[in-house]
């Protein structure tokens, strides 16, 4: 009987360790996504310089790796995104989560996927994301702005929207419109990923807690945000610089595998570009 107690108690833990792998690994998956989509979206063309310059005054972005939309006379859309900020420093926080959902009628056949970045220029933008669930083009205080031909649905020019939305669209419709789309925070997604209940602005305007999972992806908006164009290596240190440093404050409740504190300084240096290996 004592040998059956102990096997049902080491086959529990062994269940609930393996969730708790599998969720890790979908937050981890989505974040690492999240990065190569910042790299793709970003090759624009003639517009990358623009678009480069618009993520090096930003004050957030919305990063959604894959928005699925398509239907039949109803068409329906929906991803994961990840929310990152910055402070005044210029460091980048590590991603708060939040869903992508919405429906919208006309006549529309297909099926669409598109990687989205949706650049949060001011803290007024960034704070009627955060303040609840934000429906894009709901908010006449918010102006929209779009970047490139994957998009459609703006309001204003780009230089002069609070959000400016840049897509790499797949599909049959001409360009995807985001109108009416709902983005919501992902509680579970965000217990997962740090270990304990904390919310998008403790994660992205606090800076209250950091896995250094994501530091990849924080490296990589700092890559994208400095190169000039597609193809250039990221801009050397200075001559006799030191490199810098992670200053990190512990705090309370890290989750396994996970360090939680305040970020205080940028802890990372831009991966090499494809061929400068």
Same mark, same amino acid.
């Given at each position: 009987?004592?040998? =059956?107690?102990?096997?049902?108690? @080491? &086959?529990? !833990? %062994?269940?609930?360790?393996?969730?708790?792998?599998? +969720?890790?690994?979908?937050?981890?998956?989505?974040?690492?996504?999240?990065?190569?989509?910042?790299?793709?979206?970003?090759?624009?063309?003639?517009?990358?310089?623009?678009?480069?310059?618009?993520?090096?005054?930003?004050?957030?972005?919305?990063?959604?790796?894959?928005?699925?939309?398509?239907?039949?006379?109803?068409?329906?859309?929906?991803?994961?995104?990840?929310?990152?900020?910055?402070?005044?420093?210029?460091?980048?926080?590590?991603?708060?989560?939040?869903?992508?959902?919405?429906?919208?009628?006309?006549?529309?056949?297909?099926?669409?996927?598109?990687?989205?970045?949706? =650049?949060?220029?001011?803290?007024? @933008? &960034?704070? !009627? %994301?955060?303040?609840?669930?934000?429906?894009?083009? +709901?908010?006449?205080?918010?102006a929209l702005g779009t970047l490139g031909r994957g998009i459609s649905g703006s309001t204003t020019a780009a230089v002069g929207g609070d959000i400016v939305t840049i897509a790499r669209a797949r599909g049959l419709f001409a360009g995807i419109s985001l109108d009416g789309a709902i983005l919501s925070a992902?509680?579970?997604?965000?217990?997962?990923?740090?270990?304990?209940?904390?919310?998008?602005?403790?994660?992205?305007?606090?800076?209250?807690?950091?896995?250094?999972?994501?530091?990849?992806?924080?490296?990589?908006?700092?890559?994208?945000?400095?190169?000039?164009?597609?193809?250039?290596?990221?801009?050397?240190?200075?001559?006799?610089?030191?490199?810098?440093?992670?200053?990190?404050?512990?705090?309370?409740?890290?989750?396994?595998?996970?360090?939680?504190?305040?970020?205080?300084?940028?802890?990372?240096?831009?991966?090499?570009?494809?061929?400068?290996?």
């Amino acid at each position: 009987m004592r040998r =059956l107690a102990l096997f049902a108690v @080491a &086959l529990c !833990a %062994v269940v609930l360790v393996g969730r708790e792998a599998r +969720a890790q690994s979908e937050e981890q998956t989505l974040v690492d996504r999240a990065a190569l989509s910042l790299r793709e979206v970003f090759d624009l063309g003639d517009m990358s310089a623009d678009a480069r310059s618009l993520l090096g005054r930003a004050r957030a972005a919305m990063i959604c790796p894959q928005v699925i939309r398509g239907g039949f006379v109803i068409a329906g859309q929906g991803g994961d995104c990840v929310l990152v900020a910055r402070d005044g420093g210029g460091s980048w926080s590590s991603p708060a989560f939040y869903t992508m959902g919405g429906a919208s009628v006309g006549l529309q056949i297909g099926v669409q996927d598109a990687q989205v970045v949706m =650049l949060i220029m001011n803290d007024k @933008a &960034l704070d !009627a %994301v955060l303040d609840s669930q934000f429906r894009v083009g +709901a908010d006449a205080n918010v102006a929209l702005g779009t970047l490139g031909r994957g998009i459609s649905g703006s309001t204003t020019a780009a230089v002069g929207g609070d959000i400016v939305t840049i897509a790499r669209a797949r599909g049959l419709f001409a360009g995807i419109s985001l109108d009416g789309a709902i983005l919501s925070a992902r509680s579970q997604y965000m217990r997962n990923y740090f270990g304990r209940d904390i919310s998008p602005r403790q994660v992205v305007v606090g800076m209250e807690a950091h896995n250094p999972a994501s530091d990849p992806l924080r490296a990589e908006l700092m890559r994208t945000a400095q190169a000039p164009a597609s193809n250039a290596a990221p801009a050397a240190p200075p001559q006799g610089s030191a490199p810098p440093q992670a200053v990190i404050t512990p705090g309370p409740g890290p989750g396994p595998g996970t360090t939680s504190g305040r970020v205080q300084t940028e802890s990372l240096t831009a991966p090499p570009r494809n061929g400068t290996r």
